[in-house]
Each structure stands twice: as C-alpha cells, then as structure tokens.
C-alpha cells in the first residue's frame, strides 16, 4: 500500500503538465491571433503540425524510458532532467520577436516545436510511472485521482493567476482586457508561471518511488507489432482523441466568447467586471477537481467503463443546452450552471482515461509477456495530444470560416458569434457522442481486469517464456 505522500507527491507531477497545458490550450490561440500578430490560417497550421509532431514523438519517448535505467528508475529520472528545460521554453513560447512576419512565424514554429518536445519528454515519463508506482489496479485510480485532483488544482491556480499577472506586468492593473496586455506582459506571466512547474517536478521526483520492476524483454519492432493488435488499446486511443478534441475546442472558445459575445453584450456590464474568461474557465477547473474524487467510489461500483460513458452523456447534454444561453443576465448565469455539470463529468471521467491505460498496459503485459509500459502510455499521450492538435487547429480554422476579424475593436459578423456558440455547444457535443460510441466496444471490464491481473502476479513473480493469451477472445468466458 502506497503512502499518502506518494500519492501527493505523485499529483504535483502533473499539477505542473496540466498548467502548462491548459494555458497553451486555452490561452495561446489567443495570443497567436490577437497578440502575437500571426494570421488564423497560419495559427491553426503552426498548431496543428507542432502538435501533430509532439504526438508522433510520443512513441519514441515511450521506448526510450522503457528501456532506461538507472538507479532511481526508469521513469523518474525525467523529472529531474527535464523539468528546468520544460519551464524556460514555456517562457520562450510566450516571447514576440520584435520582427518581421516572418521571422516571427519562425520563432513560432521553433520555440511551439521545441516546447512540446521538452513536454513530451518529461510527460510520457511522468505518466508510465502509474503503471510502476503500485502492483494493485484499483489503487492505481485511486493514484490517477489524486493526479487529476492535483491536475485541476494546477489548472485552476494558473487560470486564474493568468489575466491578473498579464495585468499587473503591464502595469494597468488585475482587470486588464486580455487583448490590452502587451506581449512583454504575457512573457513575464508565463515566467512566474514556468519557475512554479519545474519546483512541482522536482518535488514529484523526490516524494514518488518505483515498485514495479517491469522490464521490457522485446525488441523495439516486436513492441510495436503487438502493440498493433492490442483491440483494447485501439479503442482508448479513439475515445482519448475524441475526449481531448471536444475540450479543447470547448475551451479554446471561451476566450472568443468573452471578448466578443458576452463582454460586447450591454445587459451583462457588471457581471463581466467580475466573470471574465479566465474565472469561467477557473469555475470549471475547481469543480473539475472537486469531482475527481468520485471517480474511485463511482467505478468500484459500477465499473470505469459504465462510469465513464454515464459522464459522456451528461457531457453531451450540458453542451448542447449551451446553444439556448443568450447572453444577459439570467442567460450567464445559466451558462455557470452548465459550466459546472459539465464540469463534474468530465471531473469524473479524466482519471478513469489513465487508470484505464493502465489497465490496456497490463492486459499487452499478461498477452505478450513483455513490458512495454513507456509505449503503451506514450500512446496514450500521443492520442490525447491528437486531439489537441485537431482541437486547437479546428479552432482557428473554423473562426476564420465564420468571418471572424481578428482587428483590435472589430464588429464581428453574426455568423462569426454563432460560430463560437456552436465552438462551445454542438461542435463539443458531437465529438462526445463519438468517444461514447466506441467506449462502447471497449472489452476490459472490472471482472476481466481482476482475472488479468490474477494471471499476471504470477506470471511477475514466475516469468514464463512467451505470451500467456493469444487475444482478448479467450477472456470472452468471464462475466
């Protein structure tokens, strides 16, 4: 049994990946159209290709720590070595080169490419731990709620700090418009931002320890092959992307819908004052990290997978009843109430995405006889950051359909507002209904798992030649 310390210590690892990652999802689009001076199309091409190569170089991490050792483990180590690195090209990232259009494009692309490099190398890492830190599959949802408490947490704490650190660093106070912050204004935030994440990966890798000692005994090809033929990790990748997709297109709007809906709307000038995008965004966050917890009791009752697809569908109604909000008064505050149970759901479902990953990693383990944790949660990484890329270039692209102008005061068009109400509705609701259909085939139930992981305590403590199953067929007799 784990100690609560590890646990913690565990959670502060992804408190830092999470407050990067929020703020570049839901912040740096913005930045990119309305600050740092790139055009949408350009935008929504820098973030598909940065992403699409973070997601590519995901595998390749995943071999490379799987095969590490050292004496504080095989993951861990990246922790230490990495999280200096990570915290300077955050802040590179958030630099403007007082340059031509393109020079600037270029910084864009290095310092975006470069930034994803340093957080793929010290996440893919960071979340193969969970597979090493203990042998039991129920403790490790419990281990994946504590880093998606952390997580949100992370994520809470940088949203709200983001807009009022822009502020003060343009020297016109918390309340500054993020539009009316300067670009040096945005680097500095992100430098206060950048020096609290490398002290979290540092403290992750001082209170966490490996206990697993799983070695991976093929070669890079065959890990690959039998990953190929791994039916239940095809299904998670779907349901990771199309997961990581709908929230970052949901997100990514919420800064259009304040600075071009809700702020622009004459009924709501005192609600604004206070709820801007950054506390909205925040509202989510602490529910979010609330919720987490009843991801553990939730599943051990019902199983992850019924628990999760119960969340998809309250995911699906809360956006689709965002289309309906208008914006006054009683319209806002309706959008805080959807917010919220939106909120809850994906709370619930964000732990339930790794502890089932594990689950997918354990079942490769048993089926090939080989370790190949790093590869199995490199792509788990890689799909999420899939769906990133779709999220965030579908973003640009899709406001540049609706005729949005991204001129400073600009009067946008109502086919550009109805654009970004549909960003933040059905769009969203779509996606989800993908990632609830192919949930829907996933095979790893709870009593499959307990007869898995049965199997492989003794293949652990026996190691045995060769795989023990042959495919996911012969576990079709269990309940």
């Known amino acids: 049994m784990a100690r609560l310390s590890e646990k913690i210590g565990y959670g502060f690892g992804d408190m830092a990946s999470s407050m990067f990652w929020k703020i570049f999802s839901f912040f740096l689009p913005f930045f990119y159209s309305n600050i740092f001076g790139l055009s949408l199309i350009d935008a929504g091409m820098l973030m598909l290709v940065t992403r699409v190569w973070d997601a590519v170089s995901d595998p390749m991490m995943g071999v490379i720590c799987d095969r590490t050792h050292t004496r504080w483990g095989k993951y861990r180590p990246y922790l230490l070595w990495i999280a200096l690195p990570f915290a300077l090209c955050g802040v590179m990232l958030f630099m403007t080169p007082d340059a031509g259009y393109g020079f600037k494009l270029f910084w864009a692309y290095f310092t975006y490419i470069l930034m994803m490099t340093c957080y793929t190398a010290i996440n893919v890492p960071y979340g193969a731990m969970l597979d090493v830190v203990t042998t039991s599959s129920q403790e490790k949802t419990v281990f994946s709620s504590y880093r998606m408490f952390f997580s949100y947490a992370g994520s809470f704490m940088a949203l709200l700090a983001w ?13 500054t418009p993020l539009e009316s912050c300067s670009p040096r204004a945005w680097t500095l935030a992100m430098t206060v931002i950048g020096g609290a ?22 070669s890079v090809g065959k890990d690959f092959r039998t990953l190929m033929t791994n039916r239940p990790w095809w299904i998670m990748n779907g349901v990771a992307i199309f997961n990581n997709f709908y929230n970052i297109i949901r997100g990514s709007a919420v800064a259009y819908l304040f600075a071009n809906i809700i702020g622009g709307s004459h009924d709501v000038k005192i609600l604004t004052f206070a709820l801007t995008a950054g506390v909205f965004l925040c509202i989510g966050e602490l529910v979010n990290m609330v919720s987490v917890p009843l991801a553990v009791p939730l599943s051990m009752k019902w199983g992850k997978k019924s628990t999760f697809m119960s969340a998809l569908l309250v995911i699906i109604v809360t956006s689709v009843a965002f289309w309906f909000c208008p914006a006054t008064t009683g319209g806002i505050w309706a959008m805080v109430g959807l917010q919220v149970a939106f909120a809850v759901a994906l709370g619930v479902v964000s732990p339930l995405v790794w502890s089932m990953y594990a689950d997918v990693a354990n079942y490769s383990e048993l089926v090939n006889g080989s370790a190949s944790t790093g590869l199995i949660f490199s792509s788990a990484s890689m799909a999420q950051k899939f769906g990133s890329a779709f999220g965030g270039a579908a973003v640009m692209w899709l406001l540049s359909g609706f005729g949005y102008d991204t001129a400073p005061g600009a009067v946008q068009p109502q086919l550009a507002l109805d654009g970004i109400m549909a960003m933040m509705s059905f769009i969203p609701a779509g996606l989800a209904c993908v990632a609830f259909v192919l949930l829907w085939r996933y095979p790893l139930t709870s009593a499959r798992m307990e007869h898995i992981m049965s199997e492989l305590k003794a293949l652990r403590m026996a190691p045995a030649d060769g795989p023990r199953k042959d495919n996911m067929e012969d576990f079709a007799d269990l309940p």
């Open 163 to 175: 807009e009022p650190l822009c502020g003060l660093f343009n020297n016109t106070g918390a309340g």
């Open 197 to 218: 994440c490398c002290l979290l990966f540092l403290l992750c890798f001082a209170m966490t320890r490996e206990v697993v000692d799983s070695r991976s005994k093929a």
